[in-house]
């Protein structure tokens, strides 16, 4: 008995040393913009200009999505964790097996250390409050080692006889995750059962907490521990009585947690806000959202953030932690069941992994495209086979994936999938040999994305270019020309668009539109609490509808619905409103920064603004009030009453520069107001339908540059007593489908006026320069080209082939399959 209370005081003491030497150092120095994550935004910049807000129905305030910071924190720890190299730990080896980063040689030095560091394997006893042990069976499950055979020893036998007796209550936690990784025997089955009754039993009836020295800790842990055992009796309503009772006693506003009841040991630090993060997160949680509906609230994830936790001066210990709680995060975001320490629960993973290996397949690709650009021996047919290849594989893992019964089968067959996905390369062909153009070329040349266009100089004001273009190597040592572009350079914002639907829709599982692949109803609502969605591709379905792949913005759920101006509408204003009234019952705020950071005052509802200009940030426009304050710009929030008329309307998060010769397609302004209108070379159309978001990338093309700039060609449409052929087009950007669909348009059409009337028909934002065999594709739907002599622009193939001049000058047959592909 004396020992049990020695050991009791002695964790208290550690527990308070572990607090303050983890939490106190919060390092500025951000990991992430180390060599091997230099590809992704230092975890900084990541969270300002990535972390942005959207509204949720279910919450009035705004809501913040942080998927791309998160990532990016995630990559920073990983980058920290792997830099110890033979000092891995079991911690470490959980935090590198989640993030899909772990090597044979870091799995072999956890295991070394867990054989010298845990107490029972190394010849002692059980250990201090089961701190060892936990931290041992969770790192050699990770790696694919048993617990119960580790060099003949029994390491669960061990913390089961632990169970039976615990030696406090942080033993009671800890010997409880344990055991909860995974099946081994029946009494280990009894002891999780014992341990689940102990633990409900000590929570306060009064408050909803578990009492300890550190209430919040201690709550955080047994949160965890109950999540991994939902099947026990109890659970679930200790577990809902938890939930709020953090929210209720710990939540702060800043979105940490501390006890104010507990001064010494309550308040806010890194670790607890980790710990508790993760533990709400395996409880099922969105951790990712504010826990109150106040709109001075900040969600859990965002707090960690905040923190700059994946600094290489912190504790090794708080990096892990924040990682694994990161990790956690995002497992149940996206889909994934329980805590990720649940090895073997049923179907707790596979959701998780599913999304893993449909995110690998889609990085496959775009390296397939990118990797092809500078390598002349990778034909186009060639790229297209080895993207199918990694079309096949993904299709073999996903079946075995949802055949899967245990989480740790789904690691083990994602691990294998992404090992096939990475090995896929694309097969070499002897180079081609160059072809002599028959007629000498004079003129002057222009070399864009590795083409270079030869051709006569055309006036700007022509209707079309009536010179010859003859497409010859790229190794021109002439002087690249790059168009002169009016206005500021700004910064790329995201091609996601943001709806609410205007009406009763209904989302379905696949494009499919059947009834067994329905899989909710959104009935039609008042606009403040209409459902709001991110458009991820849009394309036609084989039933002939036009549809959009969405993600619900509330809860997270994707699928497919019917797209069109009749079922939605952009969420967030983008046309020069003046003035606005403020329609959220519970107002909305006034912040320093576009952010939405810095808060001012608070607005009522029916209060009127003057608005100074529209803003693009990211996927959310934001207002700048004539104060210099900045609002947001959702319909569901504000009310437009007074939108100036503008001869160019364009969406702000699409910015074109105007130059001579440049035609742009735009979606329409989020105030429901059409405008087409012309200026001297410059064309602006408005369309009707929200801008949408890529996947997959397709096939490999050529773009051809421009040198003079000419006036803009009109699409060619077919007339009553004109023959007509008909086109497929797709389009594909950053590892989507933005569209795809066929089009008829007039015998003798060009390839550039296909993709004019596609784009007018999908209500794609099209910019482009120059006409006939100079024409050069800017932008379809913000994803603009790089300046001239960079390898960023839109590249097509026809069936397949990839034509060795301008889209403007490529005349199509009837049946022509047209692939557009952005290459960043």
């Known amino acids: 008995?004396?020992?049990?209370?020695?050991?009791?005081?002695?964790?208290?003491?550690?527990?308070?040393?572990?607090?303050?030497?983890?939490?106190?150092?919060?390092?500025?120095?951000?990991?992430?913009?180390?060599?091997?994550?230099?590809?992704?935004?230092?975890?900084?910049?990541?969270?300002?200009?990535?972390?942005?807000?959207?509204?949720?129905?279910?919450?009035?305030?705004?809501?913040?999505?942080?998927?791309?910071?998160?990532?990016?924190?995630?990559?920073?720890?990983?980058?920290?964790?792997?830099?110890?190299?033979?000092k891995i730990d079991a911690w470490d080896a959980t935090c590198l097996v989640f993030g899909d980063r772990i090597t044979d040689s870091q799995a072999q030095y956890a295991y070394e250390s867990i054989l010298k560091n845990n107490d029972f394997l190394s010849g002692g006893s059980q250990g201090l409050n089961g701190i060892s042990d936990v931290s041992a069976v969770n790192g050699l499950v990770a790696i694919g080692k048993d617990p119960t055979n580790v060099n003949g020893k029994n390491l669960v036998a061990n913390i089961v006889k632990d169970a039976n007796n615990p030696a406090s209550a942080y033993s009671i936690v800890n010997d409880l995750e344990a055991l909860s990784t995974g099946s081994y025997g029946q009494a280990s089955e009894t002891a999780r059962t014992s341990l689940t009754k102990k633990l409900?039993?000590?929570?306060?009836?009064?408050?909803?907490?578990?009492?300890?020295?550190?209430?919040?800790?201690?709550?955080?842990?047994?949160?965890l521990a109950l999540s991994m055992n939902t099947n026990q009796?109890?659970?679930?309503?200790?577990?809902?009585?938890?939930?709020?009772?953090?929210?209720?006693?710990?939540?702060?506003?800043?979105?940490?947690?501390?006890?104010?009841?507990?001064?010494?040991?309550?308040?806010?630090?890194?670790?607890?806000?980790?710990?508790?993060?993760?533990?709400?997160?395996?409880?099922?949680?969105?951790?990712?959202?504010?826990?109150?509906?106040?709109?001075?609230?900040?969600?859990?994830?965002?707090?960690?953030?905040?923190?700059?936790?994946?600094?290489?001066?912190?504790?090794?210990?708080l990096i892990q932690q924040a990682t694994l709680a990161l990790e956690q995060a995002r497992f149940t975001r996206n889909g994934g069941k329980g805590s990720i320490f649940a090895f073997n629960q049923t179907d707790a993973a596979k959701p998780g992994e599913i999304v893993n290996i449909k995110d690998a397949a889609i990085a496959k690709k775009r390296s397939i495209i990118r990797s092809s650009i500078s390598d002349p021996q990778a034909t186009a047919a060639a790229v297209n086979d080895a993207i199918n290849l990694v079309d096949k594989i993904l299709v073999t893992y996903l079946s075995k994936l949802r055949a899967d019964s245990t989480s740790s089968a789904a690691i083990a067959d994602r691990a294998a999938g992404v090992k096939e996905l990475n090995n896929v390369t694309v097969s070499h062909a002897a180079p081609a040999t160059p072809v002599t153009p028959a007629t000498p070329v004079t003129p002057p040349t222009v070399t864009n994305n590795n083409v270079t266009v030869v051709n006569n100089?055309?006036?700007?004001?022509?209707?079309?270019?009536?010179?010859?273009?003859?497409?010859?190597?790229?190794?021109?040592?002439?002087?690249?020309?790059?168009?002169?572009?009016?206005?500021?350079?700004?910064?790329?914002?995201?091609?996601?668009?943001i709806v609410y639907a205007l009406t009763t829709v209904k989302l379905?599982?696949?494009?499919?539109?059947?009834?067994?692949?329905?899989?909710?109803?959104?009935?039609?609502?008042?606009?403040?609490?209409?459902?709001?969605?991110?458009?991820?591709?849009?394309?036609?379905?084989?039933?002939?509808?036009?549809?959009?792949?969405?993600?619900?913005?509330?809860?997270?759920?994707?699928?497919y619905t019917l797209s069109g101006s009749k079922y939605f509408a952009h969420a967030y204003y983008s046309a020069k409103v003046t003035r606005i009234k403020v329609i959220n019952p519970k107002g909305i705020n006034e912040y320093g920064k576009v952010n939405l950071t810095s808060k001012k005052r608070h607005v009522k509802k029916n209060a009127s603004l003057s608005v100074r200009k529209v803003v693009n940030y990211g996927l959310y426009n934001r207002m700048q009030l004539t104060n210099g304050r900045y609002i947001t710009a959702n319909k569901k929030l504000i009310l437009a009453t007074k939108i100036k008329k503008s001869s160019q309307n364009t969406r702000p998060s699409t910015p074109t520069a105007t130059t001579t010769g440049t035609s742009t397609s735009t979606p329409p302004t989020n105030s429901g107001s059409t405008a087409t209108t012309a200026t001297t070379g410059t064309t602006t159309t408005t369309n009707n339908s929200p801008s949408a978001t890529p996947t997959l990338p397709v096939a490999l093309t050529n773009p051809v540059a421009l040198t003079n700039p000419v006036a803009l060609t009109n699409p060619v449409t077919p007339s009553?007593?004109?023959?007509?052929?008909?086109?497929?087009?797709?389009?594909?950007?950053?590892?989507?489908?933005?569209?795809?669909?066929?089009?008829?348009?007039?015998?003798?059409?060009?390839?550039?006026?296909?993709?004019?009337?596609?784009?007018?028909?999908?209500?794609?934002?099209?910019?482009?320069?120059?006409?006939?065999?100079?024409?050069?594709?800017?932008?379809?739907?913000?994803?603009?080209?790089?300046?001239?002599?960079?390898?960023?622009g839109w590249l097509y193939s026809v069936n397949g082939t990839v034509p060795g001049s301008s889209m403007g000058a490529y005349t199509l047959k009837d049946g022509d399959s047209i692939s557009m592909t952005y290459i960043k």
């Open 720 to 792: 009553n007593d004109a023959k007509t052929i008909t086109t497929t087009i797709s389009i594909h950007a950053d590892g989507a489908t933005i569209a795809s669909g066929s089009i008829k348009v007039s015998s003798g059409a060009s390839a550039f006026d296909a993709l004019q009337a596609f784009a007018q028909q999908q209500g794609l934002a099209l910019t482009y320069k120059g006409s006939g065999a100079t024409t050069y594709v800017t932008g379809i739907n913000g994803y603009n080209a790089g300046p001239a002599g960079t390898m960023t």
């Open 457 to 497: 100089p055309a006036s700007s004001s022509s209707a079309s270019s009536s010179s010859a273009a003859t497409s010859t190597s790229s190794s021109s040592s002439v002087p690249i020309s790059t168009p002169t572009v009016s206005g500021k350079p700004v910064k790329k914002a995201s091609h996601r668009s």
């Open 200 to 223: 409900i039993g000590m929570q306060d009836q009064k408050t909803g907490l578990w009492n300890g020295f550190d209430k919040v800790d201690y709550t955080a842990r047994a949160i």
């Open 1 to 86: 008995m004396k020992r049990k209370k020695f050991l009791y005081w002695f964790s208290i003491v550690l527990g308070i040393f572990l607090i303050f030497s983890s939490g106190g150092n919060s390092s500025r120095a951000d990991a992430a913009s180390r060599a091997d994550v230099a590809s992704r935004a230092d975890v900084a910049s990541a969270y300002n200009y990535g972390l942005t807000k959207a509204k949720g129905p279910k919450i009035n305030s705004e809501v913040y999505t942080v998927s791309d910071a998160v990532d990016s924190a995630i990559s920073a720890g990983l980058a920290e964790i792997a830099q110890k190299g033979p």
């Open 508 to 559: 379905y599982r696949s494009s499919n539109f059947t009834k067994s692949n329905l899989t909710k109803t959104y009935k039609k609502r008042a606009r403040i609490n209409r459902p709001m969605f991110l458009v991820i591709s849009q394309q036609t379905n084989k039933q002939g509808h036009a549809i959009y792949r969405v993600k619900d913005m509330n809860s997270g759920k994707t699928g």
């Open 233 to 317: 009796p109890g659970v679930a309503d200790a577990l809902n009585t938890a939930v709020k009772a953090v929210i209720n006693h710990f939540y702060q506003k800043n979105g940490g947690f501390a006890d104010s009841s507990n001064t010494m040991y309550g308040a806010e630090n890194a670790y607890n806000d980790v710990t508790m993060t993760n533990a709400l997160a395996s409880a099922g949680v969105n951790v990712y959202a504010p826990l109150k509906d106040k709109t001075d609230y900040v969600a859990p994830v965002q707090r960690v953030l905040d923190q700059h936790l994946f600094s290489a001066g912190n504790s090794a210990m």
